[in-house]
């Protein structure tokens, strides 16, 4: 026993005491850790930055060059989105480079928490008062040719056997407003990278191939301006497009009423995505479940699941935006802050500059990034998203086509537009 305790006690065998870590400790540990989890989104942030200008300035050049071909001034507006050309970049990085793993938690950070900021910025674009504008001559037959898209590639994609996911975001970027609404609708039903890629593809082509033939088209087709201009916009599917092909209808036929027309039917069909999201999310959470269960057990609880927090703040800038012009033709000032002009730069920062083109485009150019041009070779899919989204395009130009026929036959178009065709060359 003696011996014992004096083993116990000796200097060379102090005894240990263990002694709990400090609240204050944990403390430090989890800030640490939280800030190194926030510095480790800079290189992919910064990168996606740096691909997103990369994608404008490119875009920019391409546009002027196409200009140029067709003999019209270049130093106008690009005939082509950076957002596409952005994508592109960031695809063929990844494919010819690679990216290491320390990219990927910014990529991340771009493609869901910087699209859902551009998404909600995008929704000051959107307003009430420029669809009123349009007149009860080109609303329904925007609604036309948008529920004529919707209903058509949903239908086809589903007897192609296309993912439901893709067929959505063709329907919504060939029948709204290409690239932005895929964009807006791709994180609402969970699209994955390769869809996004596929929907955007669409759009960038069959989109351009509109933009450069259906000018001429509509000039053999139709007589009065305001024809043209619904066409226009009807048919087309990203917002530069449309005003390219009408900047082009404009340069050669001199018609500067078909290129006011055409912008504001295509600022019409935007509008309608603050409706067309919910209705797709609805649509898409339906599927899921059907897909799972056999049967539909989509629930009020999965509805409000459609509806996250940035879906509900895109509907709000938008209705914030008709509410500012609403005030605007009332009282002369947007809530008694912005003048007409002030209130027009204000949202056009927010929803074109701010949101259209730095979050959204930098959110894209991470999609890029983040996908291999081989992926697309990946699920067994082959051309069927090209032919359905080539056959819905031609759906949707068919209907605005057909729609502004019915307008004229109706007499929807006063004597004043009779009297422009003559003025045309």
Request: charged content about 15%; overall charge neutral; proline content about 4%.
């Amino acid at each position: 026993m003696h011996s014992k305790l004096n083993a116990d006690v000796h200097p060379e065998n102090p005894p240990t005491i263990d002694i709990p870590p400090r609240k204050e400790d944990h403390k430090n540990k989890r800030n640490d850790s939280d800030w190194l989890g926030k510095l480790g989104v800079v290189p992919g942030v910064v990168a996606s930055v740096i691909v997103m200008q990369g994608g404008f300035a490119g875009a920019d050049q391409l546009g002027k060059g196409m200009l140029m071909l067709q003999g019209l001034d270049p130093t106008g507006p690009s005939p082509i989105s950076g957002i596409p050309v952005a994508i592109l970049l960031g695809a063929s990085i990844k494919s010819l480079v690679g990216l290491p793993k320390e990219f990927e938690p910014g990529l991340k950070f771009c493609t869901t928490s910087i699209l859902r900021a551009g998404i909600v910025c995008v929704g000051a674009k959107l307003s009430a008062a420029e669809m009123v504008s349009l007149g009860a001559a080109g609303i329904p037959a925007v609604a036309a040719s948008i529920t004529v898209g919707l209903c058509f590639i949903t239908f086809l994609g589903n007897r192609m056997q296309l993912p439901h996911r893709l067929s959505s975001l063709l329907a919504a970027g060939t029948s709204i407003c290409g690239v932005t609404a895929i964009t807006a609708l791709a994180p609402v039903i969970n699209a994955t990278q390769r869809e996004v890629s596929y929907a955007v593809a669409n759009v960038v082509l069959f989109g351009t191939l509109g933009m450069l033939t259906y000018p001429y088209l509509a000039h053999s087709m139709f007589q009065i301006s305001e024809q043209v201009g619904i066409f226009l916009g009807l048919s087309i599917h990203d917002t530069s497009q449309v005003m390219a092909a009408a900047l082009t209808y404009r340069e050669v036929f001199d018609d500067e009423v078909a290129l006011k027309t055409a912008a504001v039917t295509k600022l019409t069909r935007n509008v309608f995505l603050a409706t067309v999201i919910p209705a797709l999310a609805w649509h898409s959470a339906r599927k899921n479940g059907e897909d799972k269960q056999g049967q539909s057990n989509f629930t009020w609880s999965t509805l409000k699941k459609c509806l996250p927090l940035f879906v509900l703040g895109f509907i709000g800038a938008a209705c914030l935006r008709s509410a500012g012009d609403a005030m605007i033709e009332n009282d002369g000032k947007a809530f008694g802050l912005f003048d007409r002009s002030e209130w027009k730069n204000v949202t056009n920062t927010i929803g074109g500059t701010v949101g259209g083109r730095y979050l959204l485009g930098t959110a894209m150019a991470g999609v890029g990034l983040s996908t291999s041009l081989a992926t697309l070779k990946e699920g067994g899919l082959g051309f069927r998203p090209f032919i359905v989204g080539s056959t819905g395009a031609f759906a949707v130009g068919a209907t605005g086509m057909l729609s502004v026929m019915l307008l004229e036959h109706l007499g929807m178009f006063n004597s004043d537009d009779e009297v422009r065709k003559d003025t045309r060359k």
